[in-house]
């Protein structure tokens, strides 16, 4: 079935460190991509999404470009800060009736300062 | 707006009580889910409903029945709760079907059972 392999955490980095945590999914159809963050304590909330290939997403200072040809929707930052320590998460939609979300298990981003 | 609303924060049950989550929205929105959340396992879907008075299974439906009587709320019961279904649960609501739809979240209920 349809499935997302996400980078494992946790993830640990200093205050203006560039960021990447890599996605990948099946190519089983044509999904809309997405990154969800979680601050502590919250529930999730949307930071980015790609709707088709070679689409850039952007939020917060935070990108990812979906490419079809290698099946991945990797999220990258240049300069992290404090305030970025959350845990992501890639989850791409195949749509269809059931109309569910598929969830990477998640990446634990901690920033020191 | 409310947006999405969940219904208690936080309980403590005992082994063999039963409890019922409350998930409100005020967006209208034809699709509800409810997912739980434990370390390690990122969100695993429990049950899900695509209108007013459907109701499917996800992944991980055993234990837990649910209830969408109204557009706006989705119950989530447990008829005998156990160890095991101590997690943190979350709902979220999407206006449909259309794959390029995100989901929004509601706060989280933390649930222990003893």
């Known amino acids: 079935g349809d499935s997302v392999t996400q980078m494992e955490g946790p993830v640990t980095l200093s205050e203006e460190a560039f960021l990447t945590i890599n996605c990948t999914y099946t190519?089983?159809?044509?999904?809309?991509l997405f990154w969800y963050v979680q601050y502590p304590g919250e529930g999730l909330q949307l930071l980015l999404k790609a709707t088709k290939a070679d689409d850039k997403g952007s939020n917060k200072g935070f990108e990812a470009t979906y490419r079809k040809e290698t099946t991945s929707f990797h999220l990258e930052k240049g300069s992290v800060q404090v305030s970025d320590s959350a845990v992501y998460f890639c989850a791409p939609h195949y749509g269809g009736s059931q109309g569910n979300l598929i969830f990477g298990k998640g990446t634990k981003l901690s920033v020191k300062p | 707006n409310a947006g999405v609303t969940q219904t208690p924060k936080f309980r403590v049950l005992k082994t063999g009580q039963s409890m019922t989550l409350l998930c409100a929205q005020d967006?209208?929105?034809?699709?509800m889910y409810w997912y739980r959340q434990d370390p390690g396992m990122g969100l695993r879907l429990i049950h899900y409903?695509?209108?007013?008075?459907?109701?499917a299974k996800g992944e991980v439906p055993d234990g837990y029945n649910v209830s969408r009587l109204k557009k706006q709320n989705f119950l989530l019961g447990l008829e005998s709760a156990a160890p095991s279904q101590t997690s943190v649960y979350f709902c979220?609501?999407?206006?449909?079907?259309?794959?390029?739809?995100?989901?929004?979240f509601g706060p989280g209920t933390r649930l222990t059972v003893t």
């Open positions: 979220a609501t999407r206006p449909g079907p259309n794959r390029a739809y995100e989901q929004y």
């Open positions: 967006m209208n929105h034809e699709y």
């Open positions: 409903s695509v209108g007013e008075g459907t109701t």
């Open positions: 190519a089983t159809g044509y999904p809309s």
